[in-house]
């Protein structure tokens, strides 16, 4: 069995926090691509 440390809160926080952001910042880029179907 392998022993997985316990991840700290803050650093799944700065994940979700990050990830996010990402999104925001794609969907600013490119705001139909989240909100029209064909944008391929």
């Known amino acids: ?3 997985i ?3 700290p ?3 799944l926080f700065l994940i979700w926090l990050l ?3 990402i999104i925001l ?3 600013y880029i ?3 691509h989240y909100t ?3 944008s391929h």
Do not use: A, R
Request: net charge negative; no cysteine.
């Open 19 to 21: 990830h996010s952001g």
């Open 5 to 7: 440390p316990k991840i």
């Open 9 to 11: 809160d803050y650093y």
């Open 36 to 38: 029209t179907i064909d």
């Open 1 to 3: 069995m392998w022993s």
């Open 25 to 27: 910042f794609l969907s």
């Open 30 to 32: 490119n705001p139909n």
